[in-house]
């Protein structure tokens, strides 16, 4: 008999590299074959919707990617929710919250005087990409000389820690989780007016027409899946900064996962 076989969808950054492995370890496990798809967010919709994959790893929602989800939204089930983002400005904790405790407070002239102007970004289809534009014009902070700059997560890690190491003031546009934060203490810059759009929910996305594929106990072992913000950290730095394989990393985690999941029965 055939093995199963599914398209995995995948947003091509690596936190949603690591959360997908999970997905796809989760579907070996069953007997499932997995090819993958890693591509930006908005080609990651489109091909969902043409029916070219069949699972998305991730839809955060309903902030930053329900506007890509709402054409297909009849054609899918959310599956499980895997961890709860959100976006973020943050700084490194030694700048002095008493001076740097809100977006607003970039306005300052004395924390402008100090702080990088360049605000380094991702790909422009991020949601934190589109609210940092949203959160310049809001606050003008183009006037204090700040804008905003497109690029890789690749430049957007490396500003940061480039600043760090040289004890800069600077502003990181992120997310969490992400792999900066289990080597770096950023501290979340107040947002009272929601320009960031709180937390989301990081959802499964799969096309109802591929669920008859599945296994009954693949699909059950889906919808129970949870990874949670911390475990995505640790993995996206595995893989990001120790270089380890996403597959590999994933399967270590869905092991020592189920080993406590066994330990808490047997007590």
């Not at 900064?241 to 270590?252: E, F, K």
């Amino acid at each position: 008999m055939n093995r199963p076989h599914l398209t995995l969808i995948t947003i091509d950054l690596s936190f949603h590299h690591a959360s997908a492995a999970v997905v796809a370890a989760l579907l070996e496990a069953h007997g499932v074959a997995v090819s993958e798809w890693r591509v930006p967010h908005e080609r990651a919709f489109e091909l969902l919707r043409n029916g070219e994959g069949d699972l998305l790893c991730s839809a955060w929602l309903p902030g930053s990617h329900g506007a890509y989800l709402a054409p297909l939204e009849d054609e899918v089930e959310k599956l499980a929710v895997l961890y709860t983002p959100y976006a973020l400005w943050g700084v490194p904790d030694y700048v002095p919250q008493e001076q740097v405790s809100s977006l607003a407070d970039l306005e300052k002239p004395e924390v402008a005087a100090r702080m990088q102007k360049t605000i380094q970004g991702i790909n422009p289809g991020a949601g934190i990409s589109r609210f940092s534009l949203e959160i310049i014009e809001r606050y003008r902070l183009d006037e204090a000389g700040y804008h905003f700059r497109h690029g890789s997560l690749d430049d957007c890690a490396t500003a940061f820690e480039r600043a760090v190491a040289n004890q800069d003031w600077a502003v990181v546009p992120l997310w969490q989780p992400q792999f900066l934060h289990w080597r770096h203490s950023i501290r979340e810059l107040a947002d009272p007016e929601k320009l960031l759009r709180g937390k989301d929910e990081a959802t499964l996305l799969i096309r109802k027409s591929a669920l008859a594929r599945l296994p009954p106990a693949a699909v059950e072992a889906l919808r129970a899946l949870t990874l949670g913000n911390p475990s995505v950290v640790c993995l996206d730095h595995q893989i990001s900064r120790q270089g380890m394989d996403p597959l590999q990393a994933a399967r270590h985690w869905l092991q020592t996962a189920r080993a406590a999941a066994s330990a808490i029965k047997a007590t």
